[in-house]
């Protein structure tokens, strides 16, 4: 009866010949079978770059990498109000993203305190949600200008920078 019992606890692999064949169906026929599903999916004939819509194609590869402007040196620069018209309104005038109101002097009094100089570097590199305005459309001296605008209306007693000296 014990022999009865061996057998029934046996597995269906009773030779090395089977065992060598379920070894080759267990572990190299699935990996031939990736391999073979692989070449299937990647044979299939794809355009090349910029077959399919050429005018797109040629385009983005043919776009502009800069601009070159030129400006007058010579021209006249703008008061600090036409600079703040143009340009500071749209924050300043409404008090957008915090942005101190023109002729707000609880709002002006600390910035004003920390000096012309401060405020026209902030101006310049930006501060908080301000983007910089130095190499916009105005020049610095009119953005420093448009900085004496609106501290002047907020309190301050800055005088209005003057144009440099052209080169002799």
Excluded at 28 to 40: A, E, M, R, T
Excluded at 78 to 85: D, I, L, P, R
Excluded at 104 to 130: C, E, N, P, Q, Y
Aim: net charge positive; hydrophobic share 45%.
């Amino acid at each position: 009866m014990s022999e009865q019992q061996h057998e029934d606890h046996t597995g269906p692999i009773k030779t090395p010949k089977q065992m060598m064949w379920v070894s080759i169906f267990s572990f190299v026929l699935p990996v031939f079978i990736i391999i073979g599903l692989v070449f299937f999916v990647t044979s299939d004939k794809k355009p090349a770059a910029g077959a399919t819509n050429m005018e797109k194609s040629v385009s983005e590869r043919v776009q502009k990498v800069g601009t070159v402007e030129i400006r007058d040196a010579n021209r006249a620069l703008k008061s600090g109000e036409a600079v703040y018209q143009a340009q500071c309104v749209a924050c300043h005038g409404a008090g957008v993203a915090g942005a101190p109101k023109l002729a707000d002097k609880a709002a002006w009094s600390a910035r004003i305190k920390t000096g012309l100089d401060a405020m026209v570097s902030s101006a310049l590199k930006g501060k908080g949600a301000m983007a910089p305005q130095g190499g916009g459309d105005h020049s610095d001296v009119e953005i420093a200008r448009a900085v004496v605008y609106l501290a002047n209306a907020g309190g301050a007693k800055f005088t209005e920078p003057k144009a440099p000296e052209a080169a002799k």
